[in-house]
């Protein structure tokens, strides 16, 4: 499997910008943070797009009338991440107070401030199924929670560095975590550990998965690591190529995702543009000379 990627457009700091994806033409920018907007949701249930920033604001926008129609007060310090639950209307954020808020959608009330981690909280998740929230910290722990108790269900603390990142698999009971030590995989419920990906040797900030199996992952130094999600073999590694006139350490990845194909990898990067990765449909499958590690380790 192999990729290439072209520029599409800037991204502008404190605005979220909607464009059509074929044509990489801006449609549309909503404007009302006052600072760095740090993460964005849509709502695949309601007309709605939900946005954090380090504002310390989490703002609803309808998609229909391209306005903010709710606000979310609560957080003490700037927001990193948000998930929108998938059947219900909760909408769950994190950030630098190393909280995790449960908010309702509707009422806009705080159901839950789910407390324990002791250092900025990168990354939530939200699933149907046992455990409804995962969290990630900078703290090296994850934290599998009971969302009816507000409670801890289990605390991981197999990573040695900061944690930045989360994905679910999109069919298997299964999620990943991205740290500078490695990446790992885990089971649901209980959080069992799978096995580690290691060679992606830098400070990985985002990873991104989709239906295939292709899990991809994109660090500080733009280097970009394409992985088979159930033997952990890294097939592909793709050096990001910064725009003219920027400088080589802004080839930063920050965050990245697959959409609704799962053939095309968008990410967003220190050089304030968007790319558009798309496998190339000429690529022959190339025999490999690779065992997998019959002795995994258990951490």
Known sequence: LQWYHRRVREAVVSTQSTGDLGSGTLKLSLTGHISTVRGVA???????????????????WDLEQNKVIRHYHGHLSAVYSLSIHPTLDVLCSVG????????DMRTKSCIHTLTGHTNTVSS???????PQIITASHDTTMR??????????????????????LVLHPTQYTFASASADNIKQW?????????????HNAILNTLALNQDGVLVSGADNGTIHFWDWKTGYNFQRVQSQVQPGSLDSEAGIFAMKFDKSGSRLITCETDKTIKIYKEDDTALE?????????????Y
């Open 187 to 199: 089971k649901c419920p209980g959080g069992e550990f799978i096995q580690n990906l290691s060679g």
């Open 124 to 130: 939530v998740l939200t699933q149907a199924t046992e």
């Open 144 to 165: 599998l929670w009971d969302i009816v108790a507000g409670k801890t269900r289990a605390t991981l603390t197999n990573h040695k560095k900061s944690i930045r990142s």
């Open 42 to 60: 849509v709502s695949d249930r309601h007309p709605y797009l939900f946005s954090c920033g380090e504002d310390k604001q989490v703002k609803c």
């Open 96 to 103: 630098r107070d190393s909280t995790c808020r449960v908010w």
């Open 286 to 298: 190339e025999p490999i000379n690779w065992k997998p590690d019959l002795l995994r380790k258990k």
